[in-house]
């Protein structure tokens, strides 16, 4: 089954957006330079953010002296021994006769409230805790600031625009730079749902040729077997489903051999597929 009027286009094809607000302080791509997967592309001014996370990590540092200070616990553990031990011996002493009824119960009221100290010192120590763990939580959020004002590439790509410039203030969502996957693009075609149904599926052998150069009397063309990657579940206005392949790229000098516009054919082969994908 021969699909021609096949059409070479991008596999990824993205304006890479600022995620911070500021100044771009430094854009480190030109227009057609290759980058890999995590290469810087721009840095929006960090600055305020690092001043910033200098005071949240005061503040983790403070919250964390805090949790971890016992001394109010240790005052009050020690203070209720006492009272306890104070009225006990009141209450011998007025059991004796020796002390008045009043005078013993002030002394086991006092040991009573030594004991409500001890509580709320771990209340307090608890609470401790808890405002240190928002400290962190507050610290790693202006980390993570910092991070988002280094805008890096997400895959392997080509720079195909370069929209902002050095010293321009940026918005959260403005973009950057155009980045297009060059390392593998994609041959879509259609195939006819009506006169070819059931014939076509996910995983069916193909034959790909792709016109990369010469003339129209006399093309130069290049040739990938592979199998399908895609058939739409969808029909067009003309009852054809969508179809279309991966195929590697090849580097040619600073260019690539194969490029999106590109014209390109398909040749279904016979033979058994995958059932998924099946229209």
Not at 9 to 30: C, D, F, H, W
Not at 106 to 116: C, F, M
Not at 129 to 137: D, I
Not at 217 to 227: A, C, G, L, Q, S
Request: glycine share 6%.
């Amino acid at each position: 089954m021969l699909v021609e009027n096949c059409m070479v286009r991008y596999i990824n094809k993205t304006k890479v957006p600022a995620e911070s607000q500021g100044k771009l302080t430094e854009l480190m791509v030109e227009e057609g330079m290759a980058i890999k997967a995590g290469d810087v592309i721009a840095v929006v001014d960090d600055k305020p953010a690092r001043l910033a996370l200098d005071v949240k990590k005061a503040e983790e540092l403070e919250a964390k002296l805090n949790a971890q200070n016992d001394v109010n616990k240790r005052d009050a553990v020690n203070s209720e021994r006492i009272a306890a031990a104070e009225a006990q011996t009141y209450k011998e002493l007025h059991e004796k006769g020796a002390t008045p009824y009043l005078e013993m119960k002030k002394k086991q009221l006092e040991a009573e409230r030594a004991q409500l100290r001890i509580e709320l010192a771990d209340l307090n120590e608890d609470t401790a805790l808890a405002v240190y763990m928002g400290k962190q939580a507050a610290s790693k959020m202006a980390e993570y600031d910092i991070e988002m004002r280094t805008i890096r590439a997400e895959f392997d790509a080509f720079v195909e625009k370069r929209i902002a410039q050095l010293g321009e203030w940026v918005q959260p969502g403005s973009p950057i730079v155009e980045l297009v996957q060059m390392d593998r693009i994609r041959v879509e075609g259609f195939i006819d749902a009506i006169n070819y149904a059931g014939q076509v599926r996910k995983g069916s052998p193909v034959v790909v040729t792709v016109i990369v150069g010469g003339t129209r009397d006399n093309p130069v063309t290049k040739r990938f077997e592979t199998t399908i990657d895609y058939v739409s579940t969808e029909l067009d206005l003309k009852h054809r489903h969508r179809i279309w392949v991966s195929i590697p790229n090849e580097p040619v000098g600073d260019g690539w051999l194969i490029k999106p516009g590109m014209e390109a054919s398909m040749r279904i082969l016979p033979g058994d597929a995958r059932p998924d994908g099946l229209f």
